[in-house]
């Protein structure tokens, strides 16, 4: 489908998938049974400066947007989304920055990260704190000079491997999710060390961690915004991340379906390639048909908040759940599709559907941005 993009996003879409096709997918199967960091792929990434693909380039990057960073996202999703998770985690850390940051946060961060000699990272949930973000623990108190971090996160892609981290940390505990504030800090900062590494269903080449911080000093200058707005600050961040999250499923959708066609066209049963069987090509073409609309969904969704659209909360949380739940049932037709080999490590689709569902689950479970979306319906006038 023709998506009307610019000649430098089809540049970077072709690129990304030069990249994915040449450096990625010789090595995918081993990356995922050793759950080993791509770091590899994450030079390739900064030299061909797609890591600054939605950063200003006045910081060093190539001045796009959002849609820019999912055309990246959905291509190396759609050979492998743990590399593709751990490009994406490090503009998740980068967003609050970049919206938020002053003048001279971002003259200090961003150009590292666009040009991919650092990662970033983003550390909100913690072991009491998931989907309740309000449960969170780790305090940050007033000190001359800075703030005094304590306590752990959980589940954090990137964890260990970033050198940036926004972290959501109480300021004012009494004020409940009102005390929260977002503060950049850095890897080798005293009192910040890296607990458990999680060992994973799918997305196995990408890093998650715990964040530990025991008396950990970050200086005043590094907060974002201002003290209390750190749940602010979150949710606004996921309203620009979620359509990446959708990019990845829209990805690994894709590459599902490629898979499934193809292997369609050469099993052979009953004496003929079982694409000749109505209930293949059924299968087949809803797969098609869940892909492109959730690609188009992703798209336009990224294109809005790339106009400078101030609200959208909904549209954003609409693309990532039905990303997501199409990569979920596209991933699934494909193994069933692929029958029994499907279940084996030897083909691409038994990867792909364990990758899928991790989808459904971070930035937001999908029953949860389901309430969202209707607390967001009940709202408008006309929707
Ligand atoms: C691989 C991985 C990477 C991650 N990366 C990051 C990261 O980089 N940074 C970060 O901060 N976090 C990260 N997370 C955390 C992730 O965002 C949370 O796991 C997710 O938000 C869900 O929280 P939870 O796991 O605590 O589930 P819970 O909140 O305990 O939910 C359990 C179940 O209850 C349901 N539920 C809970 N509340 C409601 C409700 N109000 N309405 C309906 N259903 C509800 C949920 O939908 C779910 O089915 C990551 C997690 C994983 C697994």
Partial sequence: MEYFLSEQQKEIKALAR??????????????????????EIMKVLADTDMCGVFIPEEYGGLGGG?????????????????????????????????????????????????????????????????????????????TSGGYILNGTKQFITNGGQAEIYTVIALTAKEKGPRGASAFLVEKGTPGFSFGRKEK?????????????????????????????????????????????????????????????VEYARQRIQFGHAIFAQQAVQIMLADMAMQVEAARALVYAVAKTIDSGAKDFTRESAMSKVFASDTAMKVTTDAMQIFGGVGYMRDYPVEKMFRDAKITQIYEGTNQVLRTAIAFELRKKKGV
């Fill in 18 to 39: 030069t990249i994915a096709e040449e450096r990625i997918l010789p090595v995918r199967a081993e990356l995922d049974e050793k759950e080993e960091f791509p770091w």
């Fill in 66 to 142: 959002v849609l820019d960073l999912c055309l990246v996202v959905e291509e190396l999703s759609r050979v492998c989304s743990g590399v593709a998770v751990s490009y994406a985690a490090s503009a998740l850390g980068t967003f609050t920055l970049l919206v938020y940051g002053t003048e001279e946060q971002k003259r200090k961060y961003l150009p590292d990260i666009a040009s991919g000699r650092k990662l970033a990272a983003f550390g909100l949930t913690e072991a009491t704190a998931g989907s309740d973000a309000g449960g969170i623990k780790t305090t940050a108190t007033r």
């Fill in 200 to 260: 994973k269903l799918g997305i196995r080449a990408s890093a998650t961690t715990e964040l530990v911080f025991e008396d950990c000093l970050v200086p005043e200058g590094n907060i974002l915004g201002r003290e209390g707005m750190g749940f602010i600050l979150t949710m606004k961040l996921l309203d620009r991340s979620r359509p990446g999250l959708g990019a990845q499923a829209v990805g690994l959708a894709q590459g599902a379906l490629e898979a499934a």
